[in-house]
């Protein structure tokens, strides 16, 4: 993967080895992954004095499939799965659909309205600025953080919205690992995208598009003073505020009025706002702290019906969190499933996103006493490699969670 990417040095030393070697045989699983300059890059490798090692002469034959795998038969030895089929062992696939409950909805609905807000911002960004490539990109990484976050609030709403701060404590193996401040320099009060529950009490569905511009129980929403893009001239007063305030120092808000188990920030007015409303209640009023607690035990809401929710890691014994967390759907089934594994077989259980399995390693571990290997980002390749020969090799070690 490294020799896909033309500008990296990898890719520059191995083609000028290349130029000197008798023969050249770039195997590869993935001829085509980020796109149609990948061919541009392996075909540069074998020989670059031909046509075929220049990106435009694909990109002109994109979408002539017929002519390009005309060409590619001259470079290419392909053994598709056809060939390989009769040798793999046989494998069912079953799909279980999952209900979703309230709360879930709401929360996705919340990441649904900001992103459809973002898609409208970069449509007329392309017709009236087709040029302005870095704010369009910019918005499509925004877009794409939204699209996370939707698939996020449907695993569990600790999730999104940063929310390994909370789910990196019911894990065994990465509380001890994820330390430090996930929301350092980021004002709570002026972040909607790190108090999204706040966002779905105030019906504000645009915001997580922008951002707010004050405390979530004092003052009104605004727009994201991190997403406005560079380059823009026509922000309102509001926004022109908002994006002022955003360029001064956060202050880490005290205890008393924040009990996060990481610390939180805020800006020095938002901070003057929260003291004063801590005055009046002598409670925790960080909405970051507020937004985390009533994501790991959310209530019905509105008219919707929401059926009887399971705690879970109750025994986990963290102080902030005694009760543990309430399930999901997702996780209820997950569970269901790994009890109806017979006990002599093993299982693997995927996610794209580490913070659903560190719930699902939490539960396992504290309510049902299984021992787990984890194989992701947050470790090295030997420790993973570590832990993959453990599930292999030890017979207690059931169950793989990976990404």
């Not at 992954?33 to 540069?44: F, K, R, S, V």
């Not at 220049?54 to 002539?64: G, I, K, N, P, T």
Request: charged letters at 25%; proline letters at 6%; glycine letters at 6%.
């Amino acid at each position: 993967h490294f020799l896909k990417n033309r500008l990296t040095f990898w890719t520059m030393a191995t083609a000028l080895a290349c130029t000197h070697a008798v023969r050249t045989l770039p195997m590869t699983g993935t001829p085509y992954q980020n796109g149609i300059e990948d061919l541009a890059t392996l075909i540069t490798m074998i020989d670059p004095t031909k046509p075929a090692a220049y990106s435009a002469w694909w990109q002109e034959r994109e979408h002539d499939l017929d002519r390009t795998k005309k060409t590619l038969t001259h470079f290419v030895l392909r053994r598709g799965k056809e060939k390989l089929a009769h040798l793999l062992t046989l494998k069912n696939v079953e799909t279980s659909p999952v209900s979703v409950i309230a709360n879930e909805i709401e929360l996705y609905e919340v990441y649904e309205n900001s992103l459809l807000s973002v898609l409208k911002q970069l449509q007329q960004l392309r017709q009236h600025d087709p040029n302005n490539k870095k704010e369009q990109d910019e918005l499509f990484r925004r877009a794409m953080q939204l699209m996370s976050s939707m698939r996020m609030s449907l695993i569990h709403p600790l999730v999104p919205g940063k929310g390994r701060e909370i789910t990196r404590l019911f894990s065994p193996t990465r509380s001890p690992l994820i330390q430090g401040d996930l929301c350092q320099n980021q004002c709570v009060c002026c972040q909607p995208n790190l108090c999204p529950t706040i966002m779905v009490a105030s019906g504000g569905v645009d915001n997580l598009a922008g951002a707010s511009g004050g405390t979530a129980t004092t003052r009104k929403q605004q727009t994201h003073p991190e997403d406005m893009m560079e380059g823009r001239n026509d922000y309102s007063d509001d926004e022109e505020e908002a994006f002022s305030e955003n360029k001064r120092p956060v202050l880490e808000i005290p205890r008393g009025l924040c009990r996060g188990t990481m610390k939180h920030y805020a800006h020095q007015s938002c901070l003057q706002a929260l003291q004063q409303e801590y005055r009046a209640t002598r409670s925790v009023v960080c909405p970051r702290c507020l937004d985390l607690q009533s994501r790991t035990g959310y209530r019905p809401s509105g008219n919707l019906s929401q059926p009887q929710q399971t705690y879970y890691c109750a025994n986990a014994n963290i102080p902030q969190f005694p009760q543990g967390f309430v399930g999901s759907p997702k996780l209820d089934a997950v569970m269901e499933w790994v009890q109806s594994v017979p006990n002599t077989d093993k299982m693997m259980i995927l996610s794209f996103f580490k913070g659903g399995l560190d719930l699902v390693e939490g539960i396992l571990h504290y309510d049902w006493g299984m021992e787990t290997a984890r194989f992701d980002g947050d470790v090295s390749a030997d420790e993973k490699q570590r832990e993959l020969d453990r599930f292999q090799n030890d017979p207690n070690c059931r169950v793989l969670l990976m990404t």
